[in-house]
């Protein structure tokens, strides 16, 4: 049998993930977030890990240097790499959503035309802008987007947030929301026909685990 | 000129050096061979056509396209694939839609995109068409020459999915869906979202029995006993038909003795709008994308005026070569069988002895220079070569 590769994201969606597979019978010792291995192997049930970043995650799964992968549909949407998406694994909620400083809030969304947007996800802001008619300028960050608005840099963001903490700390409002998106199981076009098998029983194993454990 | 200054070559452009482009050849020239042994004849077109061909042929004129305007300002592109060229071809040039024409290529095709694993903007395909018989052993001949194809190119681990365009249609027009809704189900099906066609198909009012099976559809892989099991639980006719149709290809696919390396994909419809009943694409372990793929396109032709059925199969060469490799099953080295030196003064018999080793068939290099005997035995493996003829 061959090896299945699995990339997990490094992040928010790590642990949940690495708990779930262990459940369904895919582990390894030692995979752990800040692992010095870079391929964690399991022998006996032929199984390796890789850890990446998640942006870097659906390149990884595209060219099938991973079989398959778990990762947030913000990133597949910014992304947009030829690969299955095979399940919606319901945890890591979240929303991408466009957020403005409190004080210089406008009525309506398209009172913002015209102004600057700091964003990891410049492929999601830009559609979601055009699709509201709206011409904007895009600036592409890497991290820190609540920043950005704060000395200048930008007068609104599209950043991804669960609680809405974060923006209450630094005085931002959200004004609109670009799209919901949770954890996803992806797997690598050939991959999934090569190995049909063995992962289908891996989607239905997590479906069952999801159902036991009231995921929703 | 600055020192650092290295001329580039476009995006997605590469060169073949001496060694990969030898390689390259000595693959082609096999499949040329592969090809006419099955009966195909091999047939060049243009690099360039004008653009209302390609509109025509119905896969589409996209930015992928590269375009250009002739001194008349009309508007040329660089083939983005061979069928719809070939299908011109046999069209205007070929005579009577009822004879059986079985044509082969190897050509260079252009389409600005990402560059992928093998997949450069410019890349070159083998490939076959069919034309004129729509007869289930005509797509099993195509199959059947595909897998000698790739045996040929030195592959052995690859596996075929087999789908037919057929079902998913029959499918869709049994609960009369509108336009948008048989778009947006075409469409998550090609991106490969198993998710979102499920909560899609959800929402439609239709019987729940087929919303198990088109909401499943990209989970609807395995073997023929799956398709006999479908047909019992089908109920229009384009889904039985095209069930039947594969069970057809399947028994001849038996005969040709590749059925161990098929399987079915009722959710493969490939990225081209011009296909009509069987599709497949070839995969094999270590490449992330698909090495190989085609299918039957019966109405393509009549685009060109001609009805004629059709059916074929292209496969990226580049991503073969990269396959083999990685399979450490390639080897790109450049080699010759004989280094011809001579002694100061020995030049004219060097030559002599050269051309008489030639006509024997063998691969030669020659010296320039006259050297001794321990230079030249380390000339000889410098110059790749396997034999050192020394003459004084």
Known sequence: MPYLTIALPKGKLFAKSVELLAKVGYSADNVVEDSRKLVITNEASKVKFIIVKTMDLPTYVEYGAADIGIIGKDVLLEEKKDIYELLDMKYGKCRLMVAVPKAKKRAKLTDYAHLRV????????????????????????????????????????????????????????????VQPATARLIANKVSFKLQFNRIKKLVEDLQKVMVEENIK | MSENKVLQVPYGTKDLLPGEAGAKRKMEDNLATNFSQWGYAEVQTPTFEYLDTFALGGSGITEESMKFLDRNNRTLVLRSDMTTPLARMVATRMGDEKDIKRLFYIANIFRYEQTQAGRQCEFSQAGVELMGTPEPMADAEVLALAVASLQTAGLDKFKISVGHIGFLAGLMEEVNLTGQEKEKIKQLVLEHNAVDLENYVNTLSIDEKLKGVLGRLLFLQDGQDMLKKLQKNVHNEKSYKALENLLQIFAFAKAYGVSKYLSFDLSLIRNFDYYTGMVFEAYTPDMGFNICGGGRYDTMMSSFGKDCPATGFAMGIDRIILALQREENFSSKADWDVFVAWEAGFAQAAIKKAMELRAKGKKVKIAFSSMNEMEAEQNTLENNCTSLVYIR
């Not at chain 1, 802008?129 to 820190?144: C, E, R």
Request: aromatic share 4%.
């Open chain 1, 118 to 177: 700091a964003t990891k996800y410049p492929n999601c802001a830009s559609e979601f802008f055009n699709k509201a008619g709206m011409q904007m300028t895009i600036i592409k960050l890497n991290g820190s987007i609540e920043l950005a608005p704060i000395v200048g840099l930008s007068e609104m963001i599209v950043d991804i947030v669960e609680t809405g903490t974060t923006l209450k700390e630094n005085n931002l409002e959200e004004i609109a929301v």
